[in-house]
């Protein structure tokens, strides 16, 4: 687990659970905690694993808590310190805190920390030496070439990544052109993992114009409705994705005394081929794509479209 992506309160009740009984964190050793947190899962999420270590171990003293605990441990995981690494993981499994009933997101939190222990116990014993390797003439021994200790631990660390969860599930954009047709503002669900997204859309243009004793107003309604299927990683993704974009026209004229209106709704089969940053924990987000149309109707036809959006992931 990345301290980061767990949310302050989820980190603030977990804080002090690993104190002994009677003891309690004054506010300020509470803020240095966390902004050692901070530094440690920056750090981490770099490869850094040897600053990340000394970051948690500085948040343990200030104000003991499961998320430091754990990040000690998979610190020295990570450094393949496989002694320290069980010892940190034993005594995470040693607590027994009292968590609150009202707070089912820090008893989640608290069974992921267990669960993720376990595991990495698991691992450290099945990767344990488990005796004398049979002997061998020195003079045929060869090095072994092995991913330098930096590029293994930021390997590790994008591995663990990409097997956490989407927390940023929500975007609001607006795009130019597109599917709305000439812009539209858009709310998109994003469901599990890999990413597939929901999306509606509106968007409402009107154009009059007069001369000449005689006047027209044509006034359109636009409605993408789309689902795309994201591909890549966490943040950046290929997007493909299909649907319709239902418009509402509508018309009147007048010269003189003569009035008339017309009006009608058509919907018009579009997709979407692009790219989209999406970050997984929130914030900015964009994409640009390819978002070809088809008009039905005389006249209508295949209609070559594209669009860029600008927005945020929550």
Do not use: C
Request: glycine share 12%.
């Amino acid at each position: 687990m990345r301290p980061g992506t767990v949310p302050v309160a989820i980190v603030l009740g977990l804080l002090l659970l690993s104190e002994p009984a009677g003891a309690q964190s004054r506010p300020a050793e509470v803020n240095r905690a966390l902004d050692a947190l901070r530094v440690a899962s920056s750090a981490a999420a770099a490869g850094e694993w040897a600053r990340a270590l000394e970051h948690y171990q500085a948040s343990q003293r200030a104000a003991p808590s499961v998320v430091a605990l754990e990040g000690v441990a998979n610190a020295h995981f990570q450094l393949r310190h496989d002694a320290e690494a069980s010892a940190a993981y034993r005594e995470l499994l040693a607590l027994n805190p009292e968590l609150p009933s009202d707070r089912p997101e820090i008893r989640r939190e608290w069974e992921r920390s267990r669960t993720t222990a376990e595991g990495r116990l698991r691992e450290l014993d099945a990767r344990a030496p488990k005796g004398p390797t049979p002997a061998s003439d020195p003079l045929e021994r060869r090095p072994i070439a092995s991913p330098r200790p930096r590029e293994r631990a930021r390997d590790r660390a994008r591995d663990e990544e990409e097997k956490e969860p989407r927390t940023a599930k929500n975007a609001i954009f607006v795009e130019g052109l597109g599917n709305g047709l000439i812009y539209s503002v858009n709310y998109e669900r994003l469901l599990g993992s890999p990413d597939v997204g929901l999306r509606v859309g509106a968007s409402y243009m009107s154009i009059g114009a007069s001369g000449g004793g005689a006047s027209s107003r044509v006034s359109w309604a636009s409605f993408p409705l789309v689902a795309s299927y994201y591909f890549g990683s966490p943040s950046h993704k290929l997007q493909l994705g299909v649907g319709a974009t239902v418009v509402h026209v509508t018309g009147s004229a007048s010269s003189g005394s003569l009035v008339g209106s017309a009006s009608g709704i058509t919907a018009i089969p579009t997709a979407v081929v692009g790219y989209r940053y999406i970050p997984r924990d929130g914030g900015f987000a964009f994409s640009v794509g390819f978002t070809p149309m088809y008009v039905p109707g005389e006249g209508g036809g295949f209609l070559p479209w594209g669009g860029l959006s600008l927005g945020a992931v929550l």
